[in-house]
Antibody
Framework: QVQLVQSGAEVKKPGASVKVSCKASGYTFTDHSLHWVRQAPGQSLEWMGCINTANGNTKYSQKFQGRVTITTDTSASAGYMELSSLESEDTAVYYC??????????????WGQGTLVTVSS | SYELTQALSVSVALGQTATIACGGNSIGARNVHWYQQKPGQAPVLVIYRDNKRPSGIPERFSGSNSGNTATLTISGAQGGDEADYYCQVWDTSSAHVIFGGGTKLTVL
């Protein structure tokens, strides 16, 4: 069955960077896009960006442009999301999620368990 | 940028039909996906492309989309259906995934 297993919780200081990993299994990694979505405490889901896992092309939310980098290691069926210049407002649960197809407009049909990132001085 | 509007909360009596709306300009022209999220858990896809159910999702869940409103309908609502529900579309002009603000469903 499809599984997306994310790295563990992180605590970071303001101004630092965080890199979250997402290990995929149970499907052909390069046949589906990989999205990153975050959820601040008590808030809605917020899309950060996605990557075409076949060719590495990325799309980023304008809100995070310049601060977020999404990459993959296809040999390891893994995806990564790095967010820089962290602020307290970046405290959230970060999810990786699998696109139903490779194209970005398809639904998101499987989600990782989430990684809590806490930004605090 | 494109926006999706959802009511903050909806209540339904046990066994009755719950209707959760998602408003957006000409949303009927877009594919709408719906996610269920229970407290402390990751979201789960319950409807894709307006009215398709992924395998494992009960037939009680259905969707429709027309004009400026997409709707998720839960027939015979059960206590286990209590959750936050989010609608989602792809905005071609901005090349962004857009989520609605979410609706909290309470089963009385």
């Amino acid at each position: 069955q499809v599984q997306l297993v994310q790295s563990g919780a992180e605590v970071k200081k303001p101004g630092a960077s965080v890199k979250v990993s997402c290990k995929a299994s149970g499907y052909t990694f390069t046949d589906h896009s990989l999205h990153w979505v975050r959820q601040a405490p008590g808030q809605s889901l917020e899309w950060m960006g996605c990557i075409n896992t076949a060719n590495g092309n990325t799309k980023y939310s304008q809100k995070f442009q310049g601060r977020v980098t999404i990459t993959t290691d296809t040999s390891a069926s893994a995806g990564y999301m790095e967010l820089s210049s962290l602020e307290s407002e970046d405290t959230a649960v970060y999810y990786c999620a699998k696109g139903h197809f490779q194209y970005s407009s398809s639904s998101i049909d499987n989600w990782g368990q989430g990684t809590l990132v806490t930004v605090s001085s | 940028s494109y926006e999706l509007t959802q009511a903050l909360s909806v209540s339904v009596a046990l066994g009755q039909t719950a209707t959760i709306a998602c408003g957006g300009n000409s949303i009927g022209a877009r594919n709408v996906h719906w996610y269920q999220q229970k407290p402390g858990q990751a979201p789960v896809l319950v409807i894709y492309r307006d009215n398709k159910r992924p395998s494992g999702i009960p037939e009680r869940f259905s969707g429709s989309n027309s004009g400026n409103t997409a709707t998720l309908t839960i027939s015979g609502a059960q206590g286990g259906d209590e959750a936050d529900y989010y609608c989602q579309v792809w905005d071609t002009s901005s090349a962004h995934v857009i989520f609605g603000g979410g609706t909290k469903l309470t089963v009385l």
